[in-house]
């Protein structure tokens, strides 16, 4: 079964600072991989996602990943915050069977921005 | 273009009440997936459904829980006689569908904060 562990439920990081975001994945294959934000009260837009070709991803607002296979890592990066960046972020998982798309998710860090 | 829709965003019931939930996909998309967010918690995979049709439930609740994506209309997630640890926010997302193993991206609306009194 698939599993997806965020280190950190809670990161502060000063404006300006990169942010770093951990992601660790369990699963039997390479999976598809995904990064999701989350403001109060809102659903969920997607940042990025790996589904193949080059591991370093870029996604919307400055946030770019690497998936690591050999660490089984999808962490998520910004070289520097802004304000607007806080939120709470979900990393997700899904296998790559064809009619098998459920997302399995971490369960979230909020990100907080120190003026 | 219209998102995902989601009504009531806000619902509120007694304990033994019934909560009907209501989602509208992204027009064209044909696979609609409920997710439940408890407080302080990710999202949990409840069911998936083709139109008429439930591909995966693996993630719904025994008894008292329900869904449906009927050939017209929006679909249902309906949870009767609720409790207070049904209240959560629900999230429904839609998808195309394509073969041979390519991904399609879900889409999430806005979720159905229920609480139960």
């Known amino acids: 079964a698939q599993s997806v562990t965020q280190l950190g439920s809670h990161v502060s990081v000063s404006e300006g600072a990169l942010v770093l975001l951990r992601c660790n994945y369990s699963s039997s294959v390479p999976p598809y991989l995904f990064w999701y934000v989350q403001y109060p009260n809102q659903g969920l837009q997607l940042l990025l996602k790996y589904t193949t070709g080059a591991t370093l991803v870029k996604g919307i607002n400055g946030f770019e990943a690497e998936f690591k296979k050999s660490e089984t890592s999808f962490h998520l990066t910004k070289p520097s915050a802004h304000m607007s960046d806080a939120a709470e972020y979900f990393c997700a998982v899904s296998d790559r069977s064809e009619g098998a798309q459920k997302l399995v998710f971490g369960q979230g860090t909020r990100l907080t921005i120190n003026p | 273009n219209a998102g995902v829709m989601q009504n009531p965003r806000h619902l509120v019931r007694r304990r033994g009440q019934e909560a009907r939930l209501r989602c509208s996909p992204v027009?064209?998309?044909?696979?609609v997936y409920w997710y439940r967010q408890l407080p302080e918690e990710g999202l949990k995979f409840m069911v998936y459904?083709?139109?008429?049709?439930?591909?995966?439930e693996s993630g719904m609740p025994k008894e008292r829980f329900s869904a449906e994506f009927p050939k017209e209309g929006p679909s249902i997630l309906r949870i009767q006689q609720v409790v207070r640890g049904d209240s959560a926010a629900y999230f429904c997302a839609s998808s195309p569908w394509a073969s041979g193993g390519y991904y399609n991206e879900q889409f999430f609306g806005p979720g159905t904060r229920l609480t139960v009194l």
């Open positions: 459904l083709q139109k008429e049709n439930i591909i995966d």
């Open positions: 027009k064209g998309h044909s696979h």
